[in-house]
């Protein structure tokens, strides 16, 4: 394999080049496979995903994935000190400088003691090589595997293709000379927005630069089948989707904590599948980070309500996606980055998050349970400052974040957090929102 990166790969690379930039995924377990069954079932997934088994070379001002020769298997196994003992593991795996031009693109730590009923497995990834589709494929993979070697079974699959990078099945009317005319609007109307943004937010807080390092945390929210069902139902009554009002909520409950409750325009990324728009659509089996990320700006307060917010991002989404935005956004992430880097005069926005929508990963794999998922992105001082990923497991709303304390105190984070419950849990009880 030597298969040059593509625009949005290289934005990734970019990042990480700046400040570690990974993806850290946990599987917790009952009655968890022994430790050797693990590593097989990594050594597997390392034979059929050819960028398991790859590095990442830089060769006459280009990059490419490619093969290594004897590729190793980044697995260890760690003794479980307790049930919280994996938050550590995972800040660390967060801030921790991946050797990708000499090593595998991945590494995995499983917490695991032989006497104890529970265990974790940690996987992180170099960004550029996997999104929440394909995450949440691979897991499911290997804990199929897991439960299949335990059962003395034999596991095969056919080898996988490297994935092309995404601009390579972009629609035709996103190539060529019609890409030049998407891109040049797309352009004209971010450019637009930044000088509005610019006028609007002088001598209003922003989100702030900070001089000395910080570090980056994780918290996360778990709302219950409950919940979840009469959310669903909520928003189908609303006619919103509910990617837009959990944007909402996070925007209002970190325009309480951070921006004093106070209007104020507000940066928001959402990132987006690219998996479906593409042709042919890309299976979730195929690694790769076939994404894009949407910045918008929304004014907003903190006795904003959040069907009214909702509605509005709804709308900006549509547009976004009408005009080819997720198309244009991904060819062009890399200069805003590195625009970014360069000057270190602002920050990318004050929220950010990607919800996958319904997990691949299952309750039960044979002899053992799945009882909890999360996964997170690294958090930097040029990043948004309160990030999450969300997904739907077992019924429930797991939602993860990551916060910098240079931004915030493990308490305010907290309580954030609680807002955003606050307002969702409200927002399910409130009358219908009428225009």
Same mark, same amino acid.
């Not at 309480?256 to 042919?280: C, D, I, Q, T």
């Given at each position: 394999?030597?298969?040059?990166?593509?625009?949005?790969?290289?934005? @990734?690379?970019?990042?990480?080049?700046?400040? #570690?930039?990974?993806?850290?995924?946990?599987? +917790?377990?009952?009655? #968890? *496979?022994?430790?050797?069954?693990?590593?097989?079932?990594?050594?597997? !997934?390392?034979?059929?995903?050819?960028?398991?088994?790859?590095?990442? @070379?830089?060769?006459?001002?280009?990059?490419?994935?490619?093969?290594?020769?004897?590729?190793? !298997?980044?697995?260890?196994? @760690?003794?479980?000190?307790?049930?919280?003992?994996?938050?550590?593991?995972?800040?660390?795996?967060?801030?921790?400088?991946?050797?990708?031009?000499?090593?595998?693109?991945?590494?995995?730590?499983?917490?695991?003691?032989?006497?104890?009923? +529970?265990?974790?497995?940690?996987?992180?990834?170099?960004?550029? $090589?996997?999104?929440?589709?394909?995450?949440?494929?691979?897991?499911?993979?290997?804990?199929?595997?897991?439960?299949?070697?335990?059962?003395?079974?034999?596991?095969?699959?056919?080898?996988?293709? *490297?994935? *092309?990078?995404?601009?390579? /099945?972009?629609?035709?009317?996103? %190539?060529?000379?019609?890409?030049?005319?998407?891109?040049?609007?797309?352009?004209?109307?971010?450019?637009?927005?930044? $000088?509005?943004?610019?006028?609007?937010? %002088?001598? &209003?807080?922003?989100? #702030?630069? +900070?001089?000395?390092?910080?570090? =980056?945390?994780?918290?996360?929210?778990?709302?219950?089948?409950?919940?979840?069902?009469?959310?669903? /139902?909520?928003?189908?009554?609303?006619?919103?989707? #509910?990617?837009?009002?959990?944007?909402?909520?996070? @925007?209002?409950?970190?325009?309480?904590?951070?921006?004093? =409750?106070?209007?104020?325009?507000? /940066?928001?990324?959402?990132?987006?599948?690219?998996?479906?728009?593409?042709? *042919?659509?890309?299976?979730?089996?195929?690694?790769?980070?076939?994404?894009?990320?949407? %910045?918008?700006?929304?004014?907003?307060?903190?006795?904003?309500?959040?069907?009214?917010?909702?509605?509005?991002?709804?709308? &900006?989404?549509?547009?976004?996606?009408?005009?080819?935005?997720?198309?244009?956004?991904?060819?062009?992430?890399?200069?805003?980055? &590195?625009?970014?880097? !360069?000057?270190?005069?602002?920050?990318?926005?004050?929220?950010?998050?990607?919800?996958?929508?319904?997990?691949?990963?299952?309750?039960?794999? =044979?002899?053992?349970?799945?009882?909890?998922?999360?996964?997170?992105?690294?958090?930097?001082?040029?990043?948004?400052?309160?990030? =999450?990923?969300?997904?739907?497991?077992?019924?429930?709303?797991?939602?993860?974040?990551?916060?910098?304390?240079?931004?915030?105190?493990?308490?305010?984070? %907290?309580?954030?957090?609680?807002?955003?419950?606050? $307002?969702?849990?409200?927002?399910?009880?409130?009358?219908?929102?009428? $225009?």
């Amino acid at each position: 394999m030597k298969r040059e990166l593509g625009a949005f790969e290289r934005a @990734l690379v970019t990042s990480d080049q700046y400040a #570690p930039f990974h993806s850290v995924y946990v599987v +917790h377990l009952e009655t #968890p *496979p022994p430790s050797p069954i693990v590593g097989k079932a990594l050594k597997f !997934l390392q034979k059929r995903h050819p960028f398991l088994r790859g590095r990442l @070379l830089q060769e006459k001002g280009k990059y490419f994935f490619a093969s290594l020769v004897e590729p190793t !298997l980044p697995f260890r196994v @760690l003794p479980r000190w307790n049930d919280t003992h994996w938050v550590k593991v995972v800040e660390v795996e967060l801030e921790a400088h991946t050797e990708c031009i000499t090593d595998p693109m991945f590494r995995c730590t499983y917490l695991y003691d032989e006497n104890q009923k +529970h265990a974790e497995i940690i996987l992180t990834f170099f960004q550029p $090589i996997v999104d929440a589709a394909s995450a949440g494929r691979l897991l499911d993979e290997l804990l199929t595997a897991c439960a299949s070697l335990m059962n003395e079974g034999t596991i095969t699959a056919s080898e996988l293709a *490297p994935a *092309p990078p995404q601009e390579s /099945r972009f629609p035709s009317a996103f %190539r060529g000379f019609r890409l030049s005319l998407y891109t040049l609007g797309y352009v004209l109307r971010q450019s637009a927005d930044e $000088i509005l943004y610019r006028i609007q937010t %002088r001598e &209003k807080r922003t989100p #702030p630069l +900070h001089k000395n390092p910080s570090h =980056g945390h994780i918290i996360s929210l778990c709302l219950p089948e409950t919940f979840v069902t009469t959310f669903i /139902r909520r928003t189908d009554m609303e006619k919103v989707a #509910p990617e837009a009002v959990l944007h909402a909520a996070l @925007l209002i409950a970190v325009n309480r904590h951070l921006y004093a =409750g106070k209007n104020v325009p507000m /940066r928001m990324f959402s990132l987006w599948n690219m998996r479906p728009y593409v042709e *042919p659509p890309l299976q979730n089996e195929n690694l790769g980070s076939y994404m894009s990320l949407l %910045r918008h700006s929304v004014p907003v307060e903190g006795g904003l309500n959040v069907w009214q917010l909702a509605r509005s991002l709804q709308q &900006k989404f549509y547009r976004s996606l009408k005009s080819g935005d997720p198309f244009i956004a991904a060819m062009r992430t890399e200069s805003l980055l &590195k625009r970014m880097i !360069l000057t270190r005069s602002f920050r990318m926005s004050a929220t950010a998050l990607n919800f996958s929508g319904e997990s691949q990963v299952k309750t039960q794999y =044979g002899e053992f349970a799945v009882n909890d998922l999360h996964g997170y992105a690294s958090a930097h001082d040029l990043g948004p400052e309160f990030s =999450g990923q969300a997904r739907l497991f077992h019924g429930q709303l797991i939602w993860d974040f990551t916060y910098l304390d240079a931004d915030m105190s493990d308490d305010e984070a %907290r309580a954030i957090v609680e807002e955003i419950k606050s $307002i969702l849990n409200s927002a399910v009880t409130s009358p219908l929102f009428r $225009i």
